[in-house]
């Protein structure tokens, strides 16, 4: 069983960056792909974010490419997302997630943590 919670979130003027964390308990969970989700309002959640257990392979949505940065510290059990050049549009309820390369693919992570909101003023 893995645990994840999330913080960092807030209101931040449009080109201002934030850094979320997800705290993840649980002994496994250094042996799972681990990604970030957003869901804004009206809209399906999607994978905005994700990273292999070892950190060696990411993938990003082509919408934050080049502005977000996911990383990982296994020894601290901890799951990162650097958001620089934040945009309106970035506006949404964060979420980090863990399980298998495939299920975050598929927006279906074995676990899902709280969220966090994140909202970007024009």
């Known amino acids: 069983q893995v645990q994840l919670v999330e913080s960092g979130g807030g209101l931040v003027q449009a080109g201002g960056s934030l850094r979320l964390s997800c705290a993840a308990s649980g002994r496994t969970f250094s042996m799972y792909a681990v990604g970030w989700f957003r869901q804004a309002p009206g809209s399906e959640r999607e994978l905005v974010a994700r990273l292999t257990w070892d950190g060696g392979r990411s993938e990003y949505a082509d919408s934050v490419k080049g502005r977000f940065t996911i990383s990982r510290d296994n020894t601290k059990s901890m799951v990162y997302l650097e958001m620089n050049n934040l945009k309106p549009e970035d506006t949404a309820v964060y979420s980090c997630?863990?399980?298998?390369?495939?299920?975050?693919?598929?927006?279906?992570?074995?676990?899902w943590g709280q969220g966090t909101q994140v909202t970007v003023d024009t």
């Open positions: 997630g863990a399980g298998p390369w495939e299920t975050l693919f598929l927006v279906r992570p074995n676990y």
